[in-house]
């Protein structure tokens, strides 16, 4: 009683340990994390929609803005997305079908390269029993079957790109609904409605400016490949032009298979021009040019992207790791950047002071 009458007739406030709070958020979001694991067929290719249709958003706008018929605004953005997926799956298709019949040509090649790989290892000592048994065991004609392995991939794609589409023809169907609520609900829900405004705008310069940038690198890529004689150069422009969209680690899986067929095709020098005009078109592009033109859009600190990487390709596989980036970014929006008092995990997230924090003397 006397405690009550302290507190003015009213039971104190319960405070649960900031210890507890932190373990249940963990814990949920372990399970939502695996709960997406378990139905990533589902998932994947729902957020691969959702990424594309925010990408092809500003289409449906200006047409809006230009009086066109709802129909035209539905079938323009998912024309768009059709040509996009169906160009880049052919051009794989028929690259691929290339790269399978070029494989067993270099059974000589690849055998004469392990003899002299086994002869400058044993100059170093190196060559062993195990070393030789290994080189032995190895079957170039093997790699065929990684070929015949895309080809499952590819039919796995065909089979998904169906639902990806009558996934965005739904979502663009849905699209003026959704824009409306979303401006009916800015005065009701004003931190989550600008959050997710946020998050389309960055996903949409992000994609904008990777794709431009990627196309950019691609051209470069498959012209220095054909100059160096490289096969299938076109190919491997694709593949650096896929790999820009996964951070961190995507400059290396566009390199290190164009980079081997070289070693086959011509040598160790056009193993070396491959890797240093990679290496050179990378730098320039990707260290220097690419973060001044994205700015802010991303908002994610280095360790926080290759996180993300590791986090997404983890639950939704190979295509985690291409939409890591919108996918981190539609988390923020939903967890951190729809709440107002979350500043400072929106500051650890992105690697920068918030701005309360900046204005005050270091000392």
């Known amino acids: 009683m006397a405690d009550r009458a302290e507190t003015g007739g009213r039971d104190a406030p319960l405070t649960r340990p900031r210890a507890l709070v932190v373990l249940g958020c963990a814990a949920g979001a372990v399970i939502t ?86 002869r ?75 959050a997710l405004a946020t998050f389309a705008r960055r996903t949409r310069r992000y994609l904008v400016v990777s794709t431009v940038f990627g196309l950019f690198n691609a051209t470069l890529n498959v012209i220095a490949l054909s100059l160096l004689e490289v096969p299938l150069p076109l190919l491997w422009g694709v593949l650096s032009l896929i790999t820009i969209y996964i951070p961190n680690i995507g400059f290396v899986i566009g390199l290190v298979p164009p980079a081997l067929l070289a070693l086959l095709d011509g040598g160790v020098r056009t193993m070396l021009g491959v890797i240093v005009t990679y290496g050179a078109i990378n730098v320039v592009t990707q260290s220097f040019i690419l973060p001044k033109f994205l700015g802010d859009a991303v908002e994610l600190s280095t360790t926080m992207t290759f996180l993300s990487l590791i986090l997404w390709t983890f639950v939704l596989g190979p295509l985690g790791a291409i939409l890591a980036i919108p996918l981190s970014l539609l988390a923020r929006a939903l967890l951190v950047d729809s709440d107002p008092s979350a500043t400072w995990a929106a500051a650890f997230l992105s690697g920068r002071s918030p701005p309360d924090l900046r204005t005050r003397d270091p000392a």
């Open 33 to 118: 994390l695996a709960g997406i694991k378990a139905v990533s067929s589902i998932a994947g290719p729902v957020l691969l929609a959702l990424v594309l249709v925010i990408a092809v958003a500003p289409v449906r706008g200006r047409l809006a803005a230009w009086g066109a018929p709802t129909w035209v605004q539905v079938a323009v953005p998912l024309l768009v997305v059709l040509l996009v997926l169906l160009g880049m799956l052919a051009v794989l298709t028929v690259s691929v079908a290339q790269l399978a019949t070029l494989i067993p040509q270099y059974s000589d090649e690849f055998t004469s390269l392990t003899e002299e790989l086994r």
């Open 120 to 194: 400058l290892a044993a100059r170093f000592g190196y060559g062993n029993q195990q070393l030789n048994q290994a080189v032995q065991s190895f079957d170039p004609s093997q790699v065929l079957g990684l070929v015949q392995g895309l080809f499952a991939g590819l039919v796995g794609v065909t089979s998904s790109l169906f639902l990806i589409v009558v996934l965005v023809l739904t979502m663009c169907l849905d699209a003026v609904a959704f824009a409306r609520i979303m401006s009916t609900g800015s005065d009701r829900l004003p931190g989550l409605a600008r």
